[in-house]
């Protein structure tokens, strides 16, 4: 049974930091781009940031310079260190996992069940 857990959610000022992590179970890890995304209140889930198999990543450009996503295979787990947080990145954070390929958009195969991310002004 495939299970991805994300912790690290909380409430946070403005300018702080947060690091969220997505440990995998279920899976080969090492087999799987993993990701970020979320979602806000009355809104579209979005991309946040991914890592692929060998490392390389991509961010949403609202994130970048501000957010990074690492991975660890040793631990199955992927993380996501985000500096500089603003009041519009309050949402709830979602880890995904794909198989072989680099995560793009919504279509992934395992969600995790999400984390609220909530930043005070």
């Known amino acids: 049974q495939v299970q991805l857990v994300e912790s690290g959610g909380g409430l946070v000022q403005a300018g702080g930091s947060l690091r969220l992590s997505c440990a995998a179970s279920?899976?080969?890890?090492?087999?799987?781009?993993m990701g970020w995304f979320r979602q806000g209140p009355g809104k579209e889930r979005d991309f946040v940031a991914a890592?692929?198999?060998?490392?390389?990543?991509n961010y949403a450009d609202s994130v970048k310079g501000r957010f990074t996503i690492s991975r660890d295979n040793a631990k199955n787990t992927v993380y996501l260190q985000m500096n500089s947080l603003k009041p519009e990145d309050t949402a709830v954070y979602y880890c995904?996992?794909?198989?072989?390929?680099?995560?793009?958009?919504?279509?992934?195969?395992?969600w995790g069940q999400g984390t609220q991310v909530t930043v005070s002004a």
């Open positions: 995904a996992a794909r198989r072989f390929i680099i995560i793009r958009t919504t279509q992934v195969d395992y």
């Open positions: 279920g899976v080969t890890f090492s087999s799987y781009a």
């Open positions: 890592i692929s198999l060998t490392g390389s990543t």
